[in-house]
């Protein structure tokens, strides 16, 4: 995962010093690698432990580790994956658009490099063998939710996603460890999930979150941390940001689920033949 992207991350969450160290590892990070700990201090004009400090909360062992690391993400990334613009009241229809189409670009790209390999995998594999699926998520989430659960029944998947919390929490109570619920939740401390989790763990049943990226009440005890990103300040584009990222995941995960059952392929095949099959204006069970 870029070092960039997780700065970018959770930067919201970062103290005084540290969002310093962040603001100027982005904006200049050739500097950066060529600047010992002591150097990087003086410039930014903090002490060299909180160098050490922002290099660990971001999960590297010391500041060598996290140098590289920038090295590294100078060598992989593209000259500016940053937005171009926050679209404001004033813009004009194709500059909105532009700035809109940007940002989607954006928010994808840095949630593909958010997430490992490894997790996708693990959670291909928890969903694939699973019992019973619940898809949870309030508000704009429960949309994606609905989206998800669709697309797995067409897999001949038992999914279930529903938009009451409560029903999503009563649901939980039934499952056990043959159960995976996955959780959606930008903030990652929607109460409404946090109470399916908690209760879908006290089960016994296996969690994969979709959160921001960090540490939250939703992602802290799944079995699976996946991370979707919005960076827009703005809550209404942060909104439509986050369903774009989250729609990434799912869509990524469906296609995996796909590519990894021969029996849930030609189920899709059948489903979708079906529906064209009605669109054409096919023959069908008529009533007398």
């Known amino acids: 995962m870029s070092a960039f992207v997780k700065i970018k991350a959770i930067k919201h969450s970062l103290s005084s010093s540290e969002s310093k160290l962040a603001t100027f590892t982005l904006d200049s990070p050739n500097a950066v690698r060529d600047l010992s700990s002591q150097e990087l201090a003086n410039v930014v004009g903090v002490s060299q432990s909180s160098v050490v400090k922002f290099a660990q909360k971001l999960g590297y062992k010391g500041y060598p580790a996290f140098k590289l690391a920038v090295i590294d993400a100078l060598n992989r990334e593209t000259p500016n994956t940053q937005l171009h613009g926050k679209i404001t009241l004033n813009d004009g229809f194709e500059q909105m658009a532009d700035k809109l189409l940007s940002s989607k670009i954006s928010v994808l790209n840095e949630t593909r490099n958010l997430n490992e390999l490894v997790e996708f995998e693990k959670a291909v594999e928890i969903i694939k063998n699973a019992k019973r699926i619940l898809i949870c998520g309030v508000g704009g989430s429960a949309l994606v939710s609905k989206d998800f659960s669709f697309k797995l029944q067409k897999l001949g998947m ?45 089960n016994h049943a296996k969690v994969i979150s979709i959160t921001k990226y960090g540490t939250t009440p939703v992602s802290e005890p799944a079995d699976v941390q996946l991370y979707s990103v919005a960076e827009e300040a703005s809550a209404r584009l942060s909104s439509i940001l986050a369903r774009t990222a989250q729609e990434l995941i799912i869509d990524m995960l469906f296609i995996a689920l796909t590519q990894a059952s021969r029996p849930g392929r030609k189920l899709l095949e059948k489903t979708n033949e079906i529906v064209s099959q009605f669109r054409r204006g096919g023959s069908g069970t008529q009533g007398s």
């Open 158 to 202: 038992m999914a279930i996603a529903e938009a009451d919390g409560h029903v999503q929490l009563a649901l939980a109570a039934t499952f056990n460890e043959s159960d995976v619920v996955v959780a959606i939740s930008e903030s990652g401390a929607t109460r409404e999930i946090v109470n399916v989790v908690n209760q879908a763990k006290d």
